[in-house]
């Protein structure tokens, strides 16, 4: 049989690495790096060869199930679409719009189809009830950079390959290669820069396998970042230290930040963070002083109380600093395609707007469209109007992934009707009235839609599927077009493509008037996804602009390039990028100068004599990947990391059986001594807690781990942006 090569793009995280898939018939027989592509240059993790796994899981979903006589029961698809239209119009009839939730999961980022069309089915349903992952993970970020820039995405990330000077604080990217920074083979990147004579400093809790290649790591304790980074910046101002250079016209609120900074005096706030204020005003010494210089904070920053004001902090040092838009400090990438801040009036916008509604029961204001995840079992369990009744998941795990998660189970449970959209019945979807399953990743097409607004390189790339989907199974797209159109009450077999196109031209229409019919028929080339890409590509930043700009990108251009088109370096991008209505980085957002007059009242909390917080595995980025066999191999790594002196003082042996107790939940934990934590802090990874009855995820549940949410306060969030507070907790450890 013929072996033959296929260009893909991974779609399972964020580094995005191009890759080579070796087939022969309908088999991989290998994955490797792709050296020529543009953006990875053939770096491949573990991650990426476990696509086989991933394709060939004996679990993963083929076909839909619906649930009868109370048993999940293999169907057809017109089955299956016929039960949502059965049941979910009349509830949406009797109880209104926002008796439906909808949830989205990050895996959701890594498909074209489901990024570029939930927009449509969430507009479908018309509900206010819209949950996603990101208030589980970077949704402080996204509120620091819309409220500074104009945009949620306007995030400015390290310029990498020309940095001399990058301190790391609350992220692991050896592990992760980036987050909310896409940067596959950051190792190498980090090598490269030190080589250069360049330096790296990390402050996290732990020393992470990215402490252990930088060159000083300084250990902080856990929620104290707030602390620290106000006392840099406080070091700024009273040291005479802010040199704002070619922006200086672009900024406002200087004088706002530095009242704000005052009392953060690192010699008064030491003592709270773990760092003496020497070394507190010496990081900030160097990173005014050297010329190319850039800090990034990343998700311990963003997974607790002062997440939103911690993320604004990281970019106000880099901006005070004159390392904000220049080469080697932090950059605004130019993406290709789908960045908001590539489109419109450059230099000055809307800005961004919160708390246009509010949560039913704790009132919880809604950020960038939607609503904590952690509010949503109250809004199942509590009756009156608008209560949440009905639940459409896509690519959605919240029962593992969120804090509370058995008190969402349980609520889950006493829904009227719920759909998801998942490869897996797992924790979650063990609970839908019916699963639509989507197609592996190698049976579909990938361009990635958000990463390049994050990239450290500007690119543009496109990976055709591998083999073609099964007989009579649609593409994601078009079954969450299927589901919009029920909810539009068009019915369950309304024509798709007809839809589509209506959906299609109706924002043409808005955007060009009377030249969208030419401009529909330019696009007749492609449908769905395809259609929206090659329609971005031309009118982004580097596109053919419909032929009057020859030689421009189209999805043609990018198709023919079998490791995707270099865009070049990041390059300055302000004020052009800008969006915010002044016209001006907004360095003083009021809602975060108010908050962070909320941190002193916390300074004199004294710590937990135990606290627990997260951590990340090359091998384990999302919850089911613990179902993949080359990921799964090797030594057990949902383990409890105790340092030596606390497992002395709890009596507990490493590897030995215990229980770890919050105020909240308990949970079995298997002990793994290690000097990398400070005393008085433990480490559970996110992610694990297989052993849900009714799940299948075989292969996973012979080691299924301790759930971490399960020990978190479901309550517990950073205000602002809704974030869960996902580290930190006071914990008890005993033997079990």
Not at 93 to 102: C, I, K, M, W, Y
Not at 110 to 116: A, D, F, N, T, V
């Amino acid at each position: 049989m013929t072996e033959r090569t296929h260009y893909r793009i991974c779609p399972l995280c964020e580094a995005c690495c191009g890759l080579r898939v070796h087939t022969e018939g309908a088999r991989v027989v290998a994955v490797r790096g792709a050296e020529d592509d543009v953006f990875s240059r053939g770096y491949l993790c573990p991650k990426g060869v476990a696509l086989k796994d991933l394709h060939e899981d004996p679990d993963r979903l083929r076909t839909p199930l619906v649930r009868r006589e109370g048993v999940l029961r293999p169907a057809s698809w017109e089955d299956a679409f016929a039960e949502v239209e059965r049941r979910l119009p009349p509830l949406l009839a009797e109880h209104g719009r926002d008796a439906v939730g909808l949830t989205v999961g990050n895996p959701s980022a890594h498909k074209m189809g489901l990024l570029l069309y939930f927009s449509r089915l969430a507009k479908a349903l018309g509900t206010k009830n819209i949950f996603s992952a990101s208030t589980l993970d970077q949704m402080p970020k996204q509120l620091s950079a819309g409220l500074m820039f104009g945009h949620w995405l306007s995030i400015p990330v390290p310029d990498i390959e020309r940095t001399r000077w990058l301190l790391v604080i609350g992220a692991n990217p050896v592990v992760s290669n980036g987050s909310l920074w896409t940067v596959p083979d950051f190792r190498g990147k980090a090598k490269a820069l030190r080589a250069r004579g360049g330096k790296m400093i990390v402050v996290d809790p732990r020393r992470t396998e990215t402490a252990a290649v930088a060159d000083e790591h300084h250990t902080l304790r856990p929620g104290a970042d707030v602390y620290l980074l106000a006392a840099m910046v406080h070091t700024l101002f009273d040291e005479g230290l802010v040199r704002t250079g070619r922006l200086t016209p672009h900024l406002s609120g200087i004088d706002d930040v530095g009242a704000a900074v005052r009392p953060f005096a690192p010699e008064r706030v030491a003592a709270r963070c773990g760092v003496p204020a020497p070394t507190l005003r010496r990081l900030a010494r160097e990173l005014a002083a050297h010329e190319r210089a850039a800090v990034y904070g990343r998700i311990g920053t963003c997974t607790q109380r002062f997440g939103s004001v911690n993320s604004w902090l990281v970019d106000v040092l880099n901006a005070l600093t004159g390392h904000l838009d220049e080469a080697g400090g932090a950059m605004f990438p130019h993406a290709a395609a789908f960045a908001a801040n590539t489109q419109g009036a450059p230099g000055r916008g809307r800005g961004i707007t919160t708390g246009r509604h509010a949560s039913r029961v704790s009132g919880a204001p809604e950020v960038f469209g939607e609503l904590p995840m952690t509010v949503l079992a109250e809004e199942i369990e509590t009756p009156g109007p608008g209560q949440v009744r009905a639940l459409i998941t896509v690519a959605s795990n919240p029962v593992l992934s969120a804090p509370g998660g058995a008190r969402l189970s349980k609520a889950l449970e006493t829904l009227d009707f719920m759909v998801s959209l998942d490869i897996y019945l797992n924790e979650t979807t063990r609970h839908a009235d019916v699963i639509l399953p989507g197609l592996s990743p190698l049976e579909d097409s990938h361009y990635d839609v958000a990463f390049p607004q994050l990239s450290f390189r500007n690119h543009a790339r496109y990976s055709g599927p591998v083999f073609a989907p099964p007989d009579g199974h649609p593409a994601e797209w078009r079954t969450l077009l299927r589901l919009a159109a029920i909810a539009r009450g068009q019915g369950a077999q309304a024509d798709v493509d007809a839809l589509d196109d209506q959906l299609l031209e109706a924002e043409l229409r808005k955007l060009a008037g009377d030249a969208a019919p030419p401009l529909m028929q330019a696009l007749a080339g492609h449908r769905g996804p395809e259609r929206l890409l090659d329609l971005a590509l031309r009118t982004g930043p580097f596109g053919d602009l419909f032929g009057r700009k020859p030689g421009g990108l189209t999805l043609e251009r990018v198709q023919a390039a079998p490791g995707g088109v270099d865009l070049g370096e990041l390059a300055a991008r302000l004020p052009e990028l800008l969006r915010t209505p002044s016209g001006k980085i907004e360095l003083a957002p009021p809602s975060l100068l108010a908050d962070l007059q909320h941190a002193l009242a916390e300074l004199e909390v004294p710590a937990p004599p135990l606290v627990v917080i997260g951590r990340r595995d090359v091998r384990s980025n999302n919850s089911w990947m613990h179902n993949l066999p080359l990921l799964a191999k090797g030594p057990f790594r949902g383990t409890l990391q105790v340092h030596p002196d606390d497992a002395a003082r709890c009596g507990v042996a490493d590897g030995g059986a215990a229980e770890l107790a919050s105020a909240h939940g308990r949970v079995p934990v298997q002990v793994e001594l290690s000097d990398a934590l400070p005393p008085g802090v433990v480490s559970l990874p996110h992610g694990w807690g297989h052993d849900a009855p009714g799940a299948r995820l075989a292969l996973a549940a012979e080691r299924p781990g301790a759930n971490l949410n399960e020990l978190l306060d479901v309550r517990a969030r950073d205000p602002l942006s809704g974030n869960a507070v996902l580290g930190g907790e006071a914990v008890t450890l005993r033997p079990r």
